[in-house]
């Protein structure tokens, strides 16, 4: 079956420095790998995606990723944080063969920047 | 406008009731999917659809139902064989199985 850890509940950063966000996953095949923030009480919105190619992936709000595929981790990372970017972050993934329809969410860790 | 909605945001339900939550996209996407969100547990799949006509059971479908009957709907029913049933439920839904999802805003259930 497939997992995504997510060994974080929170993380906390002051604004202007950098913040990582850990993931790391568990499945059959090839991973496609996802990054989505949630704002309180609202649906989930995409940040980023890999698939194939490049190891590090950028994204929307100047998030990127970085896919590591002997460690099976897929942490989201951001040069300078900002107090907006506070919210509820959720790393996901698919698999590719097998039940690969399925997309498979962490737990989610909260991120607090602080001024 | 593109998109996908979820109706009602807020839903109340007593127990012993089913009740059904409303999903429409129109992005023309083939897969819709529904999750469950506790706090502290993340995003639960209940149920997934890629293709009209065609839905699969995801981890935590006991107690709810689904139908495709159309490309764009794809309805839950929480049915009352749900016994924890007070959640946020988010709809979502894909091109492909291989893409990203994209989201609703949600339907919080309580019940009451």
């Known amino acids: 079956a497939q997992s995504v850890a997510q060994p974080e509940d929170q993380v906390n950063v002051a604004e202007g420095n950098p913040l990582t966000v850990k993931c790391t996953y568990s499945v059959s095949g090839n991973p496609y790998l996802f990054w989505y923030v949630q704002y309180p009480n609202r649906g989930l919105q995409f940040l980023l995606k890999?698939?194939?190619?490049?190891?590090l992936v950028k994204g929307s709000y100047g998030f990127e990723a970085e896919f590591n595929k002997s460690q099976t981790s897929f942490h989201l990372k951001k040069p300078s944080a900002l107090v907006s970017d506070s919210a509820l972050y959720f790393c996901a993934v698919r698999g590719t063969t097998g039940t690969a329809s399925k997309l498979t969410f962490g737990t989610g860790t909260r991120l607090q920047v602080t001024l | 406008d593109g998109g996908i909605t979820q109706s009602p945001k807020y839903l109340f339900r007593k127990e012993g009731q089913n009740v059904t939550l409303s999903c429409e996209q129109n992005?023309?996407?083939?897969?819709m999917y529904w999750y469950r969100q506790d706090p502290g547990q993340g995003l639960r799949l209940i149920y997934y659809s890629q293709i009209v006509n065609d839905f699969q059971k995801g981890d935590i479908a006991e107690g709810y139902s689904v139908s495709r009957e159309k490309k764009e709907s794809f309805p839950l029913t929480v049915t009352s064989a749900q016994k924890n049933p007070t959640a946020f439920y988010l709809c979502?839904?894909?091109?492909?199985?291989?893409?990203?999802?994209?989201f609703g805003q949600g339907t919080r259930l309580t019940v009451v």
């Open positions: 890999y698939i194939t190619g490049d190891n």
């Open positions: 979502a839904s894909s091109i492909s199985i291989m893409t990203e999802a994209f």
């Open positions: 992005l023309n996407h083939d897969a």
